[in-house]
């Protein structure tokens, strides 16, 4: 693993001037992603996970967007590249996968044809050359009996082996970093298992870096080296997988762990949601963005914007909110213990929410 | 006391047709192929399997959506396999559905308070407008929406009080089998837990016998009571929920569990032995027990002898000629609480 970030997002801003308003999709994130290490980025509807990847391929410029903040990889500034020098990177250095293979691959071409137009794409390759190289991509994701295969179109492949596909045309070029935006969201959980460990065996084999996004946190549990929690255009806590899930910082993070059942806590135990709905994008809530939302927010948290900071004594993990870092572990061991919040906020001694 | 539902032997398959002035019949898919289960008054009954394991297509025929190609049903002691005309309606009233998505199963054009009193318009009842309105209103309380909101139309409103919407239609004529289709696969993780938090309060405050259908086995053990498992059109395994999750015997339940990604990432690393290949095509399901083609414990007999639906004296019933030992469930990376 080398020291210097492949990719370093940094400060990013994407905004879409619509008829309602300004959408503030981006607002301000920074984060950075290891050659051979899997970042995971997690939230929901509207957090602008999949915003901020497109971006960086700079798949939002046709939509009007406006860009702010650097993406450097490999030192060079994706933002202000030209579209021809994205064209260069996108399907060689960096490559991106989707949710849903069957909107994403060609239906009218065979496979074979879509897999031989990525490779020459970005290689003087002749077309025997390039069909062999197809030939291989198939074999090394897994699809039985590729050289009949390979002529067949996508209709005709199952979910999982749709996905295979994709991830084959991803890994054409041998790229540098995959972004995989919800790759198994959409399949069974057995071939999702098959997929998530595809993945990880290329990472091991190709040393690629992944960005994975998900709101599935067993998803990011399984695959993820660090974690970034997404919510309304910002990263509201960044830390190593493990220390997310052992101490998790932000009430949002909390949220989304007590909220979906898992096999491993009790069967009925109750299920603690987060109240109402993720906000406008165009009319942000005032100060913190998530107070609406949250059990345990005090009056100032409707006026005070928090930013990002370390976390006291875990150097790696960052968190963006007002409480006291002593009251947020101690209302996570009550939450942890399967405590409501309003238990736990009386246990805590914290006044109730205001809001 | 009899079961709230029977269900015996159910079989549907779709016919694949080749022509096209005369069509003939050249395959067929076994959507359900031979599938038993009983639903007791006031319990919770899963259905969970993956793509192409019928659980969508038994749903529909339990309420008549569509029409057995055999076995039959027995709804609160009558055979209602075969109802017709005004008998079919008034079984109707009392077995509704919640559907996956809630942007296609609402009219954009109706207000939510026509959408909601339109089982009464078809089962004219509530004829009174006032009266309507008000009964509306009540459900749209009960499941948490502003009554005031009658007049609103579906896009108006977040996907979670969509689902909500449904789940208030379904309830209209007080049925007496509420089933519940993917309710939440399609929501947001954080309103996941409102909805079904929502299904269970109503399920005990109004005494409702419910069939939730999910692939989501962790929110399948939480919210049912019993569980079955279905693979390519039959049941292979069925019991208490702790029973089955606790120790499933049928390799294929086994595999499902192993597969299920662990939101525990200090035992990420373990051992897990995961299920290949992909499930075989309904048209041309493989012999005797399905499942053998892709069972890491499938032997000669499993191809040529289908194994029945049977107690193994260990809380559920398993389909399998070669049920899972304890060590093996160990070994497949099953992490479940006994």
């Known amino acids: 693993m080398s020291d210097e970030p492949l990719l370093r997002v940094e400060d990013l801003r994407v905004e879409f001037p619509t008829e309602d308003g300004v959408v503030h999709a981006v607002d301000g994130i920074t984060y950075q992603v290891f050659k051979g290490r899997t970042l995971g980025i997690v939230g929901e509807s509207g957090s602008g996970k999949t915003v901020s990847s497109l971006t960086t391929l700079g798949l939002t410029r046709r939509q009007g967007a406006r860009i702010s903040g650097r993406i450097l990889f490999e030192g060079r500034d994706l933002v202000t590249c030209s579209e021809e020098q994205l064209r260069a990177i996108r399907g060689n250095e960096i490559a991106m996968i989707f949710q849903d293979p069957l909107s994403s691959l060609h239906p009218l071409y065979r496979v074979g044809r879509q897999l031989i137009e990525a490779v020459r794409a970005h290689r003087d390759a002749s077309r025997q050359q390039a069909r062999a190289r197809a030939l291989e991509l198939l074999g090394l994701v897994g699809i039985p009996d590729p050289a009949r295969r390979v002529d067949m179109y996508p209709h005709e492949f199952s979910g999982g082996m749709r996905q295979r596909v994709m991830i084959a045309m991803a890994l054409a070029n041998e790229p540098k970093l995959l972004i995989a935006d919800e790759p198994t969201t959409a399949l069974d959980v057995t071939v999702q298992a098959q997929i998530l460990e595809l993945m990880e065996r290329l990472q091991r084999e190709l040393g690629m870096a992944i960005v994975i996004i998900t709101h599935d946190m067993g998803v990011v549990a399984e695959t993820a080296d660090d974690v970034a929690v997404m919510y309304a255009g910002r990263i509201v806590e960044t830390a190593p997988t493990g220390q997310v899930f052992a101490a998790p910082q932000h009430p949002y993070t909390w949220g989304l762990l007590r909220s979906i059942p898992t096999l491993e806590r009790p069967r009925d135990e109750p299920l603690v949601p987060i109240p109402g709905t993720p906000p406008s994008l165009i009319n942000r809530p005032s100060g913190c963005h998530f107070h609406p939302r949250c059990a345990y927010a005090q009056p100032d948290h409707a006026r005070i914007d928090p930013a990002l900071e370390q976390v006291p004594g875990a150097p790696e993990h960052f968190v963006a909110c007002l409480l006291e870092a002593e009251t947020r572990l101690r209302l996570w061991q009550e939450l942890r213990a399967g405590r409501k919040p309003e238990q736990a906020i009386a246990d805590v001694g914290l006044p109730e929410a205001q809001v | ?338």
């Open chain 2, 1 to 338: 006391m009899t079961a709230l539902v029977e269900a015996r032997d159910l079989v549907k398959h779709f016919p694949i047709t080749r022509g096209i002035v005369f069509q003939r019949k050249v395959g067929a898919v076994r959507a359900v192929d031979g599938v038993s289960f009983a639903i007791e008054h006031g319990e919770t009954l899963g259905l969970v399997g993956e793509t192409g394991c019928g659980k969508s297509t038994t749903a529909r025929l339990l309420m008549r959506l569509l029409q057995v190609t055999d076995g039959s049903i027995r709804f609160d002691g009558e055979d209602v396999t075969h109802l017709k005309g005004a008998r079919l309606k008034a079984f109707r009233r009392d077995v509704q559905m919640i559907f996956q998505d809630p942007y296609s199963s609402l009219n954009p054009r109706k207000t939510v308070g026509s959408i909601i009193g339109e089982p009464f318009t078809i089962h004219r009842l509530e004829r009174d407008r006032a009266a309507r309105k008000r009964s509306v209103q009540e459900l749209m309380e009960m499941v948490g929406l502003n009554p005031e909101h009658y007049n609103r139309y579906p896009h108006e409103f977040s996907g979670g009080q969509r689902q909500r919407i449904g789940v208030a239609r379904a309830l209209a004529l007080r049925p007496k089998l509420l089933i519940a289709d993917e309710p939440v696969s399609a929501l947001d993780v954080s309103i996941q837990a409102q909805v079904l938090n929502l299904l269970r309060e109503l399920q005990s405050s109004l005494g409702l016998t419910l069939l939730f259908i999910a692939h989501d086995l962790s929110v399948v053990r939480h919210m049912c009571d019993r569980v079955a498992v279905m693979y390519l059109g039959k049941i292979v395994e069925i019991g208490p929920g702790d029973a089955l999750y606790g120790m499933p015997r049928h390799p294929y339940t086994g595999a499902l569990l192993a597969a299920v990604p662990l939101a525990d990432p200090s035992r990420h690393g373990e051992q897990r032995r995961l299920l290949g290949g992909d499930v075989p095509s309904p048209a041309n399901p493989p012999s005797a027990c399905h499942f053998h083609t892709r069972c890491p414990k499938a032997q000669e007999l499993c191809s040529l002898e289908e194994p029945p639906l049977e107690d193994k004296r260990t809380g559920t019933l398993t389909a399998c000629h070669y049920p899972l030992e304890q060590q093996e469930m160990a070994q497949l990376g099953l992490r479940v609480p006994g």
